[in-house]
């Protein structure tokens, strides 16, 4: 059974053969970033797959978020640059939510819990983050729910 990370490395590997510099490059920092992670403590260890998955998660949205700011910088290569690296690790991702599909989860989570007015955003979100999972970032299902208890 082949893991996560060596999925990557392997990945990595091919990278370097095919020389795709991008490719090879996001690899390369998001292999350091599990590196670091399994280091990191008081002893060393081998991070799970979910580990391995939410390390990935954290870059990914690092590359968003460094982008956004490159825009408002006005530095539109680095931030295309930081878009495209976030491509490569989102083929690494599970599959994102549509909108629609995210507001019928929400939907529901506010049916359940019964709740209404802003107040009960917290309530919401302890639904609806484990029917989420990865497939959604936290600040677009807060979003969601948001509009949902306005509504």
Request: net charge negative.
């Amino acid at each position: 059974m082949t893991t996560f990370k060596s999925r990557l490395q392997d990945d990595l590997t091919a990278a370097i053969k095919a020389r795709d510099e991008l490719r090879s490059a996001t690899l390369r920092m998001t292999l350091a970033a599990i590196t670091k992670e399994e280091v990191a403590g008081t002893e060393a260890r081998v991070l799970s797959d979910d580990e391995v998955q939410a390390v990935i998660v954290r870059e990914a949205k690092k590359r968003r978020e460094a982008a956004e700011a490159f825009d408002k910088g006005g530095r539109t290569e680095q931030a295309a640059r930081e878009r495209a690296e976030g491509e490569v690790l989102a083929e690494y991702l599970p599959a994102q939510l549509s909108d629609e599909e995210l507001e019928a989860i929400v939907a529901d989570a506010v049916a359940e819990s019964g709740a209404e007015g802003p107040r009960a955003m917290g309530a919401v979100m302890k639904i609806v983050k484990p029917k989420v999972g990865d497939r959604a970032e936290g600040g677009r299902v807060a979003a969601a729910v948001k509009r949902a208890l306005a509504g």
